[in-house]
């Protein structure tokens, strides 16, 4: 149980285009999600905590005009990185958690995003 | 907010012998959570092991296990009999009993040599 699934796992794309990442959990509800970018051999860097029916919580120096998120149902949270450019490029990973005790946050596969 | 250490950027280890890697982390509450994920080059994230801070026994799961000293802020993971797959980058993690952010320390990297 608790799988997280994130969607696409791999982008290319042009700059100035925008990009919609996916994130679902498929088998619990979850009223928060977190979005992460990590840098190769680096660690998973908070972006921001997606919250169900209310507005994302941004880490500071992360541009909540830039990566837009959107958490519609208790099962889906979605990132946007709207006019992408080559700096946005990186590794971005979603993750929910079971919200019961000392349940761990399980991961999606993340996405790999590359803009030329 | 709470900081999570991880001093060893890079560890090596024979194949079928033990190894310890290192977290100590910072933090004024005395109820949370502790964790170990693995990271393989496919970049998937997955748990290897949990503790709770309340709990004295430690932590195992068949050749993981945790060195929990809740007084020093540590929290070692050691790999028995150590295989190929277990290759990865390894990630501490901290989170308080009444939050759900995690906090991830910056990661070691074991190299495992056959």
């Known amino acids: 149980g608790a799988v997280v699934s994130q969607h696409p796992s791999w982008v290319i794309c042009k700059s100035g285009t925008s990009v919609k990442i996916e994130c679902r959990s498929l088998?619990?509800?979850?009223?928060?999600m977190f979005w992460y970018r990590q840098f190769p051999k680096q660690s998973l860097m908070l972006m921001a905590t997606s919250n169900e029916g209310s507005k994302a919580t941004y880490e500071q120096g992360v541009e909540k005009d830039k990566f837009l998120i959107n958490h519609a149902s208790l099962t889906l949270s979605t990132l946007t990185v709207t006019s992408a450019h080559p700096e946005d490029s990186s590794f971005y990973i979603c993750?929910?958690?079971?919200?019961?005790?000392?349940?761990?946050?399980?991961f999606g596969d993340g996405t790999r995003l590359s803009i030329l | 907010a709470q900081t999570v250490t991880q001093s060893q950027p890079e560890m090596s280890v024979q194949e079928a012998e033990t190894v310890t890697l290192s977290c100590t982390y910072d933090t004024s509450e005395s109820d949370y959570y502790l964790f170990w994920y693995k990271q393989p080059p496919s970049r998937q994230m997955i748990l290897v092991i949990r503790q709770e801070a309340y709990k004295q026994q430690n932590a195992t799961e068949n050749r993981f296990s945790v060195n929990f000293q809740k007084a020093a802020k540590s929290f070692s993971l050691k790999i028995s009999d150590s295989q190929l797959g277990d290759a990865a980058m390894y990630f501490c993690a901290y989170r308080s009993a009444w939050g759900n952010q995690f906090y991830f320390g910056t990661g070691t990297s074991l190299t495992v040599i056959p």
């Open positions: 088998d619990f509800q979850a009223t928060t």
């Open positions: 993750s929910a958690r079971v919200e019961q005790g000392n349940q761990p946050q399980h």
